[in-house]
Each structure stands twice: as structure tokens, then as C-alpha cells.
């Protein structure tokens, strides 16, 4: 009945940390008790963006004509991000790794287009 839901969200949202362990429970399915520490959170973040970014330099150290095998050792490397997570979904592996590849080579065109747009109005 309408009554008894709007007597239990006013009882479910008198104080705030529980309502929200409530939402985060009922509507996305997180338990926030069983979360890690966001300090770990945000140190992982830190070292996995580090060293998804390393990977397009690594050919680069190895030659100085590396856009091939730039562009493939980053290509592999979007396909096995995009299929490991996956094992966070219900999507098949091949989907999250096509996903991945698509998003990566649209900001690999979007950079290519600002820097050559950016190297020309410098010279």
C-alpha cells in the first residue's frame, strides 16, 4: 500500500548511512560493507593507469620507427582488458574485447586528429 511505502522509506531514510547501503544494496546490488578501502582503490588505479599507459612506449624503446608495432602491441592489449573484464558482466569475452578495441582506436583517432591539428597551427 502506498501508506506502508511511504512509512518504511521515511524509517529507511532518517539517517543517511544506512539509506544508503539500502539503495546500494537493493538497487545496484553492492554490498557496501564488503567494499575495499578507497585509499587501495584509488593506489591500484593509480599503478593500472600507469602502466596501461606505458604499454603504446614500449616498442618505442626497442626502435625508433615503432608506429606498427605501436599500434599492434596496443591493439593486443585493448583486446585482453576488454575480454578479462568481462569476467565482471555476462557478456562473452569476445564482446568486451571488440568493445574495448572500438573505444581504444576512436581516442587513438581523436588524439592523432587534436595533435596534428595542434602541430600544425604551431609551425
Known amino acids: 500500500e502506498p501508506e506502508d511505502a511511504q512509512r518504511v522509506a521515511a524509517q529507511v531514510h532518517r539517517r543517511l548511512e544506512p539509506a544508503v547501503d539500502f539503495h546500494a544494496l ?3 546490488g553492492i554490498h557496501p560493507g564488503s567494499l575495499g578501502l578507497p585509499q587501495s582503490a584509488a593506489l591500484w588505479s593509480f599503478f593500472s593507469f600507469a602502466a596501461g599507459a ?9 626502435t625508433a620507427n615503432a608506429l606498427v608495432p605501436t599500434l599492434v602491441v596496443s591493439g593486443l ?40 591539428l595542434v602541430g600544425v597551427s604551431a609551425s
Open 77 to 116: 592489449a585493448l583486446l585482453t582488458v576488454g575480454a578479462v573484464a568481462t569476467r565482471l558482466t555476462h557478456r562473452k569475452p569476445w564482446y568486451g574485447a571488440g568493445r574495448q578495441l572500438i573505444v581504444g582506436a576512436l581516442a587513438t583517432a581523436v588524439t592523432f586528429l587534436v595533435g596534428t
Open 26 to 28: 537493493f538497487e545496484l
Open 54 to 62: 606505458s604499454v603504446p612506449l614500449l616498442p618505442w624503446l626497442l
